[in-house]
């Protein structure tokens, strides 16, 4: 199973099973309204997480701001030092994980945000531990725009057997924000030693 972020199952579900309940309620209007109130993350008040691997831990924090947000990172147990890290960042921290990717034994590090409202936009934030050494950002390639096409938002990322994955409704044109009709793309990255830093770059996109 992937390991997408519960608050937006839980809330998708009491959505649909509100529509279900209540069929008078399916005016335009109430539809973006439930579907507004049914993207918004559980945790808005504020994120908090520790994560652990391979002798290395995180403490993820987050005041999840609408305007202004920052997100800060506190190592422990990396040889060259455990400064904190402070990232403005954009719309509201959803989750974090660690994975090897490389499998070396040193982690990478991943955060997650969704910006507030209907469209739920996401964005990944990712950092290498390099040898356990020190923390530096990992730079996501974008997709390209052709591969962009029916794209509303509504991104769920995950780490899958030592893949990277990014995935989204895809939308037709008519398709309401709460009914997307075009099935899913999902883009598969890989780790990869670039000139400046490591990389992540797509190796392949599958749709379903």
């Not at 831990?57 to 305007?67: C, E, M, Q, R, T």
């Not at 070396?104 to 531990?129: C, Q």
């Not at 050494?133 to 990992?138: F, G, H, M, R």
Request: positive net charge.
């Amino acid at each position: 199973m992937l390991g997408f972020p519960i608050s937006f199952k839980l809330n998708r579900l009491i959505l649909q099973i509100f529509v279900c309940q209540y069929p008078t309620m399916k005016s335009p209007l109430m539809l973006l309204i439930l579907s507004t109130l049914a993207t918004l993350p559980l945790q808005a008040g504020g994120f908090s997480q520790k994560l652990e691997m391979n002798g290395l831990s995180f403490k993820i924090s987050s005041p999840n701001k609408a305007d202004g947000n920052t997100v800060i990172i506190k190592p422990h147990g990396l040889k060259n030092g455990d400064t904190p890290i402070t990232l403005s960042i954009d719309g509201l921290v959803t989750k974090a994980e660690m994975d090897d990717l490389g499998g070396d034994g040193s982690p990478e590090l991943f955060v997650y945000t969704t910006s507030p409202g209907s469209g739920s936009y996401g964005k990944a934030y990712a950092w290498s531990t390099n040898g356990k050494k020190v923390l530096t950002e990992i730079f996501i390639t974008p997709a390209d725009k052709k591969d962009m096409t029916g794209y509303m938002g509504h991104d769920e990322f995950a780490i899958v057997e030592n893949a990277f994955i990014r995935r989204f409704p895809v939308y037709k044109p008519g398709d309401s924000n709460a009914s997307p009709s075009g099935g899913w793309r999902q883009f598969q990255y890989h780790l990869h030693a670039g000139e400046a830093g490591w990389v992540l770059r797509i190796y392949r996109i599958v749709s379903f």
